[in-house]
């Protein structure tokens, strides 16, 4: 039987580049501490990592941002093994995906305001190639 849209995670698109792209999924959680945890979707450009999907914290108050576990997949879907994961929330900096999350949840600042919604991980994997293949031919 095959799911539904609606059974499907939905994801945002916020942030691409020639090497990556990242998309935020749509079932951010609010924590007691006024943190959100959330999954991200990151897939790369080339590399033994294909795509990873992180659980991560974001603290817009605060403005700091945690890595709490990464999964790490191959081209063919295979989960590879992990490294081991700092969960210590660090400042924001400039130009990393904590950024683009802090203006996407925190700023509510859409960086891809013609960008749809993706439902599940195939289709978003699909539109990541397909940005990075655009990407990689115009530079």
């Given at each position: 039987m095959r799911a539904q849209a609606a059974d499907l995670p939905t994801y945002q698109l916020i942030n691409a580049g020639s090497g990556r792209v990242d998309f935020a999924q749509?079932?951010?959680?609010?924590?007691?501490?006024?943190?959100?945890?959330?999954?991200?979707?990151?897939?790369?450009?080339?590399?033994?990592?294909?795509?990873?999907?992180?659980?991560?914290?974001?603290?817009?108050?605060?403005?700091?941002?945690?890595?709490?576990?990464?999964?790490?997949?191959?081209?063919?879907?295979?989960p590879l093994q992990a490294d081991p994961v700092d969960a210590t929330p660090r400042k924001i900096q400039d130009g990393t995906v904590g950024q683009s999350l802090k203006l996407f949840i925190c700023d509510g600042a859409d960086p891809y305001p013609r960008a749809k919604m993706i439902n599940g991980v195939p289709a978003a994997l699909s539109k990541a190639h397909d940005l990075i293949g655009a990407m990689q031919k115009g530079n």
């Open positions: 749509q079932n951010a959680r609010h924590q007691r501490d006024g943190s959100v945890s959330l999954s991200i979707l990151t897939v790369l450009a080339s590399g033994k990592v294909a795509y990873s999907m992180s659980d991560v914290s974001l603290n817009c108050a605060a403005s700091t941002f945690a890595a709490l576990g990464t999964l790490n997949y191959d081209s063919h879907g295979q």
